[in-house]
């Protein structure tokens, strides 16, 4: 099949080079030029497991990229992958979703075949059928139903682990204006679809946009609830871990997703989280329970800095940060825990060193009084005291002997051996 995919970033991106690998002729129309250039030379603008092998193959075969929309006149589908990033009240902005339909519906106008668009960003119920599909009514001069078909697919996938998390999913869920939407769909994702273990769900356009805020808000209720049970753990001197291990025995509740510590970061939780809470009162609904699991996530930075005030004075001490990205695995710090942490030591006049194996050039401009080691043995050094934030396998059995006070707090749970410290305190444990 012929495939359009509007947008290049870590979506778009993941989603062209393994369509082009399940044998599809893709196109990636990116405003950024340094992006298209990068795909064209065959490689990765991201970095995700298994991306630059499948770009390298691809590209300039049946993979390209380009910054002219009127490429959509030559395939199928159109993928619109852009960003649906957070107004400043914590609302879904949805300025650039309109800005790209526009570009797409523009292009369409001049296509004589029938084309679909599909809708793979997060987005609320009715943005698909009430805001992208009237704004390429008008742009292309075509109807939903006659000549334009509609469909909403979101994304799963997790960042570092994208490509596989893209070529088997749990769930391929598809939700479409018409019968013919759905089977071209179908078509398009065969190979994924004929694997064991990937189910697929054909739904009406404005479940398949909840379904996918569901999942995150479900996915992030639950990390809140065993922080929550953590913190209740370490005041009864017990191990959450220990306890959760029990509680996920029960297969009604799964024992993944059951990390309690500092709490859920990154481009998606945080955004979707707000923006479903933001959407629900627009509706008229008061999302009680998601703002409490917002305020529990909140919360969590701060209990860890306090924790280490327990046993350092803070104010004028020298204190380690380990980690910096939201989560093992990529250098993505968009609403990492760690930054929030870094910010309640400042506060506390402490001078914050921070080691991440791959995050540090992203939080440099961002805090530049911070001073950035090279490995996590020298940011230990001579240090008063230190905090896990990212749980980083190579954190695991670190040397702490380089430190001036040996006082761990952990808000990760790495491997640690306590008999190496002075003091080593759990967040949650
Ligand atoms: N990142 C994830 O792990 C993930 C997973 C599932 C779903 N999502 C959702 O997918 C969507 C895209 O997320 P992302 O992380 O890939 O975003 P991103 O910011 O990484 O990439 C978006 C790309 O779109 C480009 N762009 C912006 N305006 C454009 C325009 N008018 N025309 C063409 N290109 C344009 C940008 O230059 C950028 O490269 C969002 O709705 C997000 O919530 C993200
Ligand atoms: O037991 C756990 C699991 C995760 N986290 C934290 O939760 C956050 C999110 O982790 P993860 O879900 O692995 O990363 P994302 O790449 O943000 O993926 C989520 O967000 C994507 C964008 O919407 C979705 O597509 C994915 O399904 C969804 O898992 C990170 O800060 C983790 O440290 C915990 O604290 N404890």
């Avoid at 852009?82 to 292009?107: F, V, Y």
């Avoid at 759905?182 to 356009?205: C, H, M, N, Q, W």
């Avoid at 803070?314 to 609403?335: C, H, N, W, Y």
Wanted: contains cysteine.
């Amino acid at each position: 099949m012929h495939v359009s995919i509007v947008g290049s970033g870590y979506v778009g991106t993941t989603v062209a080079a393994c369509l082009a690998d399940l044998g599809h002729e893709v196109v990636n129309i990116e405003i950024d030029q340094e992006i298209v250039d990068t795909i064209n030379a065959g490689e990765a603008p991201i970095h995700e497991s298994g991306l630059a092998e499948r770009i390298a193959e691809h590209a300039g075969t049946n993979l390209r990229a380009t910054t002219d929309y009127a490429a959509v006149r030559d395939t199928d589908v159109t993928f619109l992958c852009l960003p649906t990033p957070q107004a400043d009240d914590g609302s879904l902005d949805l300025a650039i979703m309109r800005a790209g339909s526009e570009s797409l519906g523009r292009a369409l106008a001049a296509k004589a075949d029938d084309h679909l668009v599909v809708v793979k960003s997060t987005v609320l119920p009715g943005t698909t059928e009430d805001v992208v599909g009237p704004i390429l009514e008008d742009e292309s001069g075509k109807h939903v139903g006659d000549g334009l078909e509609l469909a909403m697919n979101p994304e799963f996938l997790r960042m570092g682990t994208a490509v596989m998390d893209f070529l088997e999913p749990d769930k391929v869920v598809v939700g479409a204006t018409s019968e013919d939407a759905a089977t071209t769909l179908r078509e398009l994702y065969a190979p994924i679809l004929s694997r064991e273990g990937t189910d697929l769900v054909e739904t009406d356009i404005r479940e398949a946009e909840l379904i996918k805020y569901a999942n995150n808000a479900f996915l992030a209720s639950k990390v809140s609830l065993v922080n929550e049970l953590g913190n209740i753990a370490t005041e009864y001197g017990a191990d959450a871990y220990e306890v959760l291990a029990a509680v996920g025995l029960d297969d009604r509740i799964s024992e993944r997703f059951m990390r309690s510590g500092l709490g859920w970061g990154g481009s998606c939780f945080p955004k979707d989280v707000d923006a479903l809470r933001a959407g629900a009162r627009e509706q008229g609904y008061d999302p009680a329970l998601l703002d409490a699991v917002v305020a529990v996530n909140d919360a969590q930075p701060r209990r860890l800095v306090d924790s280490l005030a327990t046993h350092v004075d803070l104010e004028g001490a020298r204190i380690t940060v380990l980690g910096l990205s939201f989560k093992p695995g990529t250098d993505d710090i968009r609403k990492s825990r760690a930054l929030d942490v870094i910010e309640y030591l400042q506060d506390r006049g402490a001078t914050v060193v921070a080691y991440d194996p791959v995050a540090v050039e992203n939080v440099r401009p961002m805090y530049p009084d911070v001073e950035y080691a090279d490995s996590a043995v020298d940011a230990l050094a001579d240090a008063d005291g230190a905090v896990v934030a990212t749980d980083w396998p190579e954190f695991d059995d670190l040397a702490f002997d380089g430190m001036a006070q040996r006082v761990v707090v952990d808000g990760r749970r790495i491997d640690v051996d306590e008999a190496d410290l002075d003091v080593y305190e759990g967040l949650t444990w």
